[in-house]
């Protein structure tokens, strides 16, 4: 398994301004994954974190509204920029805890629950 | 990509109850886990079930690759039980190993 710890675990924030999120694993991962699930909804993948090379995004995410650092295999951060509330969701990192095999399990921090007023 | 279906979407029982989630999805997959979120928002991994049985407790599941689904049971089901129950998989056709979730099945276990 993995142990997945999240900065913040909740947040209130204001209109316009950026927040980020910190996760911190407990081994080396070549991949993290950053998940959004507005509420009453699934997950969504917003990307993938490689480290030594930039995110790869998924349809309907861009960069320059969520950026996301991967500076060594075992921290990645997610920023949520010029929030909105509509961007007021929980986000969660994932890992997959085999050796970083996705024939393994993915397991998850705790998510941090952001609201956007 | 792949698609992934719950059913049903709610589900509400009596404590003591048994219950069967069903977890269909549109190709083959080389990763299939079913996870359970608490009332608090935590993913708690239940298993890791890409074709088979496994069981734990009051809670088993099954996968039959072949004929693509995967049903989660829970027997004597306790309040502690409620949450939303996803099924997530990852189809090897997939690039990036991405794991697709279901929209889930909200369980509700009353006292």
């Known amino acids: 398994s993995a142990v997945i710890s999240q900065k913040p675990s909740r947040d209130i924030c204001q209109r316009g301004t950026s927040l980020t999120i910190q996760c911190q694993v407990d081994s080396q991962v070549t991949m993290m994954f950053w998940y959004r699930q507005q509420p009453g909804q699934s997950l969504t993948l917003i990307a993938t974190?490689?480290?030594?090379?930039?995110?790869?995004?998924e349809s309907g995410f861009v960069i320059d509204k969520f950026p996301i650092s991967r500076p060594n295999l075992t921290f990645s951060t997610l920023t949520v920029s010029n929030m909105s509330p509509e961007d007021s969701s929980i986000y969660l990192c994932?890992?997959?805890?085999?050796?970083?095999?996705?024939?393994?399990?993915?397991?998850f921090g705790e998510g941090s629950r952001l609201t956007v007023l | 990509g792949i698609q992934v279906e719950q059913s049903p979407p709610d589900l509400i029982l009596q404590e003591g109850a048994n219950s069967t989630l069903r977890c269909n999805f549109s190709d083959s997959v080389n990763n299939l886990q079913w996870f359970h979120q608490n009332p608090w928002g935590q993913l708690i991994n239940l298993f890791y079930i890409p074709s088979g049985t496994k069981q734990n407790g009051r809670l088993s599941a099954t996968t039959v690759a072949t004929e693509r689904y995967s049903l989660l049971y829970i027997s004597s089901s306790q309040t502690t039980d409620s949450g939303v129950y996803f099924c997530?998989?990852?189809?090897?056709?997939?690039?990036?190993?991405?794991?697709?979730f279901g929209e889930g099945t909200q369980l509700t276990v009353n006292p």
């Open positions: 997530a998989v990852v189809g090897e056709e997939t690039s990036g190993s991405r794991l697709t």
């Open positions: 994932s890992v997959w805890g085999t050796e970083g095999k996705s024939t393994g399990e993915l397991f």
């Open positions: 974190a490689n480290q030594g090379s930039e995110a790869t995004y």
